[in-house]
């Protein structure tokens, strides 16, 4: 059986690519982020037979699910 895991969390403005940030601002380096991450569970969707998107914070289980789009499993970190 093939697994694979991504660990990930959410997307909010001065909570990611801090060093990215100091150059060209929270909004911007959150939208990377998320594009990144986005990108990366879309090009993985076939790569394993068991797929999860680890995450947090639990409370952003929907905004995961939406970025999981029903072809990963959820679990909160």
């Keep these: 059986m093939n ?3 991504m660990f990930a969390k959410y997307w909010d403005p001065g909570s990611v690519k801090t060093r990215l940030a100091a ?15 986005d990108s990366l569970v879309h090009r993985f969707d076939n790569l394993a037979e068991n797929r999860t998107l680890v995450f947090w914070p639990p409370d952003r289980a929907a ?4 970025v999981a789009r029903g072809r990963w ?4 970190q």
């Design 73 to 76: 499993q959820l679990a909160p």
């Design 23 to 37: 150059t060209i601002g929270d909004v911007a380096a959150s939208r990377i982020y998320f594009h990144c991450l």
């Design 3 to 5: 697994q694979l895991a």
């Design 63 to 66: 905004d995961f699910a939406t």
